[in-house]
């Protein structure tokens, strides 16, 4: 597709429960980024994927935090024993190899509580 | 590790009004980007710069690429309502494996 997509939308978890966020990059990009939003500041850089290998995962909580982008699947995000800081809105984008430019999903809000 | 410094914070400005923010990096960077974010939304590119001194608009937009590489402004002339939003700059260097670093955002309100 023409746009980054990313589910779900919304989550609510308990804390200590499991959270797993997905996204679809563009067809054709083969760079797959994770971003965390918390309110409206800045974007921390958490993971980078160039197809299914990890390229830079120096964001990474490692305790809790794992990703994957394996072949025929979206790519996914997934935090363990969430914590009312994991509150926030993670963001996936995609580009093409040696771009410059990313492109944005619209975010997937996960709510602590 | 690197930071971006992005300001103002927010601006409430007059419908028609000239905006203006910018960004300074304690580092270099090859490429510039300004994204802007919507409620609800991701960031949405506005305007990328490759060049040092660059100079690109994009209707009533208009960004530079700082000489020294570690600045960038963002103007916005005759603001519209629909100017309403977070502007963020992001930066890129050789040396951070394609990641982009982001400023902390200019949030905009125009008063019609």
């Known amino acids: 597709g023409e746009e980054v997509a990313q589910t779900p939308k919304h989550l609510v978890r308990g804390e200590g429960q499991k959270a797993k966020l997905y996204c679809a990059p563009i067809?054709?990009?083969?760079?797959v980024f994770w971003y965390q939003q918390v309110l409206k500041n800045e974007f921390k850089f958490l993971i980078s994927?160039?197809?299914?290998?990890?390229?830079?995962e120096t964001g990474m909580p490692k305790e809790r935090f794992s990703a994957k982008c394996l072949p025929n699947s979206p790519c996914s995000l997934e935090i363990q024993a969430t914590k009312l800081e994991d509150s926030a809105v993670y963001f996936c984008?995609?580009?093409?190899?040696?771009?410059?430019?990313?492109?944005f999903g619209a975010g997937s809000r996960l709510t602590v509580l | 590790g690197q930071q971006l410094n992005q300001s103002p914070q927010s601006m409430f400005i007059q419908e028609g009004e000239d905006v203006s923010m910018n960004c300074t990096s304690s580092s270099i960077f090859n490429t510039w980007l300004w994204y802007k974010q919507d409620p609800g939304e991701g960031p949405v590119l506005l305007i990328a710069?490759?060049?040092?001194?660059e100079l690109t608009s994009n209707g009533r937009l208009t960004a530079q690429f700082g000489i020294t590489r570690k600045d960038s402004f963002l103007n916005i002339s005759a603001s519209i309502p629909s100017d309403v939003g977070i502007y963020f700059c992001?930066?890129?260097?050789?040396?951070?494996?394609?990641?982009?670093?982001f400023g902390q955002g200019t949030e905009l309100s125009v008063k019609p």
């Open positions: 992001a930066g890129k260097s050789y040396n951070q494996g394609g990641k982009l670093i």
């Open positions: 984008a995609s580009s093409r190899p040696a771009a410059n430019v990313l492109t």
């Open positions: 067809k054709g990009h083969s760079y």
């Open positions: 710069l490759y060049k040092a001194g």
């Open positions: 994927f160039q197809n299914e290998n990890v390229f830079d």
